[in-house]
Each structure stands twice: as C-alpha cells, then as structure tokens.
C-alpha cells in the first residue's frame, strides 16, 4: 500500500442552511430535523515542497462539498447526509488524473448513517462518534476503475480543551467493489482500433481491453485536525491525512 499525504492548508467551512423554523414560537415542525452544510477547502500535496525539479510534484486541489441532512433522532443524535461535490486542480503536475488545466470535476456521490457523540465526557472535553457511509461511482476516477460501490466505515475521538479550539483524530476503513481486478478500457467508445496483442491476456474480447492498472480493493486512512472557531457558524482549520 502506498502512503500518500495530503496537507489541507486552509478549510473553511460553515454551516449554510440550518433549518430552525416554527410555525409559531415554541412549536416544532418537520423542517426542524432538516440541515445541511456547505464546505470549501484547498489542498497542498507534499510534493509542492520539494525541491529537485524531478521528484517535485506540485499539487494544490480546490474542492466544494454540499451536504444535506437530516436528524432521525436529536435524543441519541442519529443523522442521515448526502455528499455531493466538485473539485479542480488549480496547480497540476504529471500524476494529476485530470485531461485539462484547472478541470473541474464531479466526486463520488455518497450517503450516510451517522451516530454523533456515543460518548461525551464534560460536555465536550472528549468525545467519540462513528459512521457508515456508501459512495456511487459518478467521478471519472471511479468510472474509469469499474467501480461499483464503495463502503466505509469510521471512528473519530474529538477534544475541545478550549472553547474556540478543537483537536481530532479519525480511522476510517474503506472496502472497494469493481467489476474488474484491473482497469479496463470499453473499446466500443473509440473510432479507431487500439493496438492490443492478437490473443493476449489484455484482450478481454472484442470490445474490452486490460490496462494492466490494478484497481484496490481495500484502503486504511488516519486523519487528524486542530480546528479553530472564529464565529458562531464559521471555522478555519489545519488537516493532515494519510493514506
């Protein structure tokens, strides 16, 4: 498995759209279990900071996530989201999967079961919360991997030793399901042949083609953040995945 860093040098996000309404004050009403979430981030790859022209990777993503929700239960703080997302490379270099310049591009689609904060000590000083959640194959990544569903599942230990600071850690399993062990290229979408051996193991038959690309099937990342509350509905934050 490679490890593969990511430093999210600045999040920004906030919560856009909580619904709060009442018909009248001190009523309740459906809308009330309804929120959501609007997020931008941008992401410096390790391989900006090299120097040796040939090793450097430079890499700087610029990523937008909507996320709506909804409470099943407030009591034992049960949720249900949907991801959506986009994302461009605002700085690219070779390893970059995008076909042009600063392309913007769809992320997999994904759904969530949420159980927040199963344990809390002193209101916030330390707190555990877990999730489940499947992601859909709509990103070019996953499509061109065959993939056919995704599953994850995570646990995340939080403190708030202050009231304005917050330290986290999360471990997050993830299982891939793909249609093949390795990528493979639908020759039916090309208007000119693609050079393939006569017979050869890459030729899967008269229209498919193995790349000799092995798609994963699981991956493991630990993720860790410090982030600091400014405004009542407004954080900023420093991120370190590995992967």
Request: charged share 15%.
């Amino acid at each position: 498995m490679k490890a593969r860093y990511l430093l999210s040098a600045l999040l920004l996000s906030g919560c856009f759209f909580t619904t709060n309404v009442a018909a009248k004050e001190g009523a309740s009403t459906v809308l009330d279990n309804f929120g959501g979430s609007v997020t931008l981030s941008n992401s410096v790859g390790r391989g900006s900071f090299l120097g040796n022209e040939f090793n450097a990777r430079p890499y700087w993503n610029m990523a937008i996530s909507l996320s709506p929700k909804y409470t099943i239960s407030k009591e034992h703080k049960l949720t249900t989201s949907l991801n959506i997302g986009f994302n461009t490379n605002l700085v690219d270099n070779a390893d970059t999967s995008t076909m042009t310049p600063q392309e913007t591009n769809l992320s997999d689609i994904s759904m969530s079961l949420s159980w927040g904060s199963f344990v809390d000590i002193k209101k916030g000083l330390f707190k555990l919360s877990t999730y489940a959640r499947v992601y859909f194959p709509t990103s070019k990544v996953s499509q061109f991997s065959n993939r056919i569903l995704a599953t994850r599942v995570s646990l995340s230990a939080t403190s708030k030793p202050l009231s304005w600071l917050s330290v986290g850690y999360q471990f997050s399993p993830t299982k891939f399901f793909s249609k093949y062990t390795n990528k493979v290229l639908d020759l039916s979408e090309f208007d000119f042949p693609v050079p393939s051996r006569a017979g050869g193991a890459e030729a899967l038959g008269s229209e498919q083609l193995a790349l000799g690309s092995q798609v994963s099937s699981f991956s493991l990342s630990h993720h860790t953040w410090t982030s600091f509350s400014f405004l009542k509905k407004f954080n900023a934050g420093v991120y370190f995945y590995y992967i």
